[in-house]
């Protein structure tokens, strides 16, 4: 998709195929994949989530959040969310975040809270789109902190992030707030390298 392309949701709709991931969290799931074949190339969904992190686009926002709602209705949560807390962006100064905007339309659509200080980057992060697949599975760094005065204990929460590559930045975030004794955590990501 070129930026001077038409929108086409029938050709984003065709391509969502949700994949079940695996991870410390209770459920996970990809809503599509991030590539469509072997050589690589950006599904619609994924050149659309590029696209959003390169500048805000209330039509892609639009048209990627109706999807959502619309494959969640399909593929609920095993549980109603309390709070949904979006992965932070590792670009601090970033003028839009995609998933901050969009944790804020499934917030809506699930009528719960969402944590958007709850996870923090930290300062000494290198951002994960200058490093490549193999570097960002070789990471053992920490990549995140948890407000220390947050408790999450009983509540249902949904993680929610834009790509799932290595599973590194998903699985830290999860395993930080499981230490905080949420009864139920989900997975939620747009697109999937797996």
Not at 101 to 128: M, T
Not at 142 to 166: E, H, N, V, W
């Amino acid at each position: 998709m070129r930026n001077n392309e038409r929108l086409d949701n029938r050709r984003l709709t065709a391509e969502i195929v949700p994949t079940p991931l695996t991870g410390p969290f209770d459920e996970g799931l990809a809503l599509s994949q991030f590539t469509i074949d072997d050589f690589h190339r950006r599904s619609y969904l994924g050149e659309m989530v590029r696209q959003m992190k390169n500048g805000k686009s209330d039509e892609i926002v639009e048209m990627v959040s109706h999807l959502l709602i619309t494959t969640l209705i399909q593929y609920p949560p095993a549980h109603q969310p309390d709070i949904i807390i979006p992965i932070p962006d590792s670009v601090p100064d970033r003028l839009f975040s995609p998933i901050a905007c969009l944790a804020e339309l499934l917030a809506a659509h699930f009528n719960c809270a969402v944590g958007h200080d709850i996870l923090s980057v930290r300062d000494d992060i290198v951002p994960q789109k200058s490093r490549s697949l193999e570097e960002r599975r070789n990471d053992t760094q920490p990549r995140y902190d948890i407000r220390p005065d947050i408790s999450l204990t009983g509540k249902s929460i949904l993680l929610f992030d834009d790509i799932y590559a290595s599973g590194q930045s998903i699985n830290e975030a999860a395993e930080l707030i499981r230490r905080s004794r949420p009864s139920h955590l989900a997975v939620l990501v747009l697109a999937s390298f797996i």
